[in-house]
């Protein structure tokens, strides 16, 4: 299918050094127990890649790694060319390109929907105010929730509020996207209407670092699975490849468990 | 009406609007500059920077664990009297006296309003903070924009009882000479032979000064409070 070519085209473009995120041989402590051990990983521009594993692999700390929200101990990471730089107004600048999107929303709470959405905009791209609402508004349509702009948070369900949370994030007009698990705080009927904004996203050529355990949603819109277990990446290959035919018992071992519940 | 002009007789010639204006004075300058001095170390104390929070933790440390008496009069001795400090010059012994009680009074309640909202920081998720860093605001942003307009609605009630605390404690200042409510009373208990009436009235004067600041942060303490 065309996910494979696709992936052609990715890695095409990861010789031709349009690498957008490189990591190499990337190594995280928490205290004594080694999160993240001798991580390689490039994402081309344009490229969709999904992340799975066990719970407590590491994923969500390699998700943050990418935009600092964890520091590194050693090893190094690039967004387009660039070291990430230490905390500071670098920092600051080059996390606005990396849009984020949390498993459990983390909209503010004491602003309204649209004020969520040009928060950004106004504080950090400096952008003026009639065109920061522009903005939000028709992101809040894309996402399908322009008529919740004036409430707050609390009052949207679970599938609006992330839905928000990616328009928050696309208002920067992010490099590219990580999102950490953001269907598993979701009661099941909500979880389709966030994907939906996410295959939508990943069809316009947004790049993307997406944990989940979606498997529908890898096997339609990723271009390469990462398969984490113990803080190490085991496996990757394209979705096909990855759900009909894992290569290590690890995966092996963990699709079993996820397909027969 | 011949009973009330005798009982009330003795309050001829004090001013006691006047006295408790200098309480009201007090109170609202100290308010101010405690909430501001505040802020800025709870700031400290949450921020990234050791030296900061060092300095914030053992300010805090120190001085709610000195009796405000000391503190202003350490302001009125120490600080005017032997190092000249005048807060904006003139010879107005009284006028001296008001700053330096404003700035002890500042001080001290400064402590207890960063203590307060540093419990009301600690009530925002980490979450908020990582949404907000993660778009690119700065430390300093995140804290104005997200954190700290959190931690208030959630504190203006321990807030409202440093602000009843802080109008009581401004009868210190009469230890310097500032004529507030405090200073008035002990003058007329002296004076005149009415101590529990006189009592009384101070009493239900400071009454009506807390018990509507009291009523009032209630309620905005429910209207402005973070749904989550
Ligand atoms: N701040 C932290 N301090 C200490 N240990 C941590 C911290 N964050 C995560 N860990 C530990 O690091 C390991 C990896 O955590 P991580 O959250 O990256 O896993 P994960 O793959 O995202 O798991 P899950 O599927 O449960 O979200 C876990 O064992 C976790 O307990
Ligand atoms: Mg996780």
């Given at each position: 299918m065309s996910g494979v070519s696709v992936t052609k085209a990715a890695q095409d473009a990861a010789t031709t050094g349009d690498d957008l995120v490189v990591l190499s041989d990337v190594n995280k402590h928490f205290g004594a127990l080694?999160?993240?051990?001798d991580i390689d990983l490039t994402i081309a521009r344009g490229e969709v890649v999904v992340v799975i594993g066990p719970s407590g692999s590491g994923k969500s700390t390699l998700c943050r790694t990418i935009n600092r929200l964890e520091t590194i101990d050693s090893g190094a990471i690039t967004i387009d060319g660039k070291p990430l730089p230490q905390e500071g107004k670098e920092l600051a600048r080059l996390r606005a390109d990396v849009g984020m999107v949390f498993q459990s929303f983390n909209?503010?709470?004491?602003?309204t929907v649209l004020e969520n959405v040009m928060l950004g905009q106004l504080?950090?791209?400096?952008?003026d105010k009639a065109a920061a609402e522009e903005k939000a508004r028709s992101l809040l349509d894309r996402v399908g929730v322009?008529?919740?702009?004036?409430?707050?948070?609390?009052?949207?369900?679970g599938g609006q509020q992330q839905r928000v949370a990616i328009a928050r994030a696309l208002a920067m007009d992010p490099k590219v996207m990580l999102f950490d698990e953001?269907?598993?705080?979701?009661?099941p009927e909500m979880i389709n209407e966030v994907l939906e904004v996410m295959q939508q996203l990943a069809r316009d050529g947004m790049t993307m670092v997406v944990v989940t355990h979606e498997m529908g949603f890898a096997r339609s819109a990723a271009n390469r699975v990462v398969f984490m277990a113990d803080g190490k990446i085991v496996e990757e290959a394209t979705p096909d490849q990855f759900f009909?035919?894992?290569?290590?018992d690890r995966a092996k071992d963990f699709l079993s468990k996820i397909l027969h519940h | 009406m011949e009973a009330r002009e005798i009982v009330f007789?003795?309050?001829?010639?004090?001013?006691l609007l006047g006295a408790f204006w200098v309480t009201v004075k007090l109170t609202v300058y100290s308010a101010l500059g405690s909430l501001i001095w505040g802020t800025l170390l709870a700031g400290m104390r949450v921020g990234p920077v050791p030296l900061m929070r060092g300095f914030g933790t053992a300010y805090v440390n120190i001085v709610r664990n000195i009796p405000l008496t000391v503190i202003i009069v350490f302001a009125s001795?120490?600080?005017?009297?032997?190092?000249?400090?005048?807060?904006?010059?003139?010879?107005?012994f009284e006028v001296i006296n008001f700053r330096l009680a404003v700035l002890a009074l500042s001080l001290y309640t400064a402590a207890f309003v960063c203590e307060a909202l540093r419990s009301g920081i600690n009530t925002v998720p980490t979450g908020q903070a990582e949404a907000a860093r993660a778009l690119g605001l700065s430390f300093t942003q995140v804290l104005r924009l997200i954190i700290l307009p959190q931690a208030f609605r959630s504190v203006v009630n321990p807030l409202a009882n440093v602000l009843i605390a802080l109008t009581k404690n401004t009868t210190v200042a009469a230890a310097i000479g500032v004529v507030e409510a405090a200073y008035l009373m002990k003058d007329m208990i002296e004076a005149e032979a009415q101590l529990i009436l006189i009592s009384a009235i101070f009493a239900f004067g400071f009454i009506c000064l807390t018990l509507p600041t009291g009523l009032l942060l209630g309620w905005v303490s429910k209207k402005v409070a973070v749904k989550r």
């Open positions: 080694h999160v993240l051990q909209l503010f709470a004491h602003k504080k950090v791209r400096k952008a322009a008529t919740q702009a004036d409430k707050y948070p609390s009052q949207l369900s953001p269907t598993s705080a979701l009661d009909s035919n894992p290569r290590s | 007789d003795f309050l001829e010639g004090y001013d001795l120490g600080l005017f009297q032997t190092l000249q400090v005048t807060l904006g010059g003139g010879d107005d």
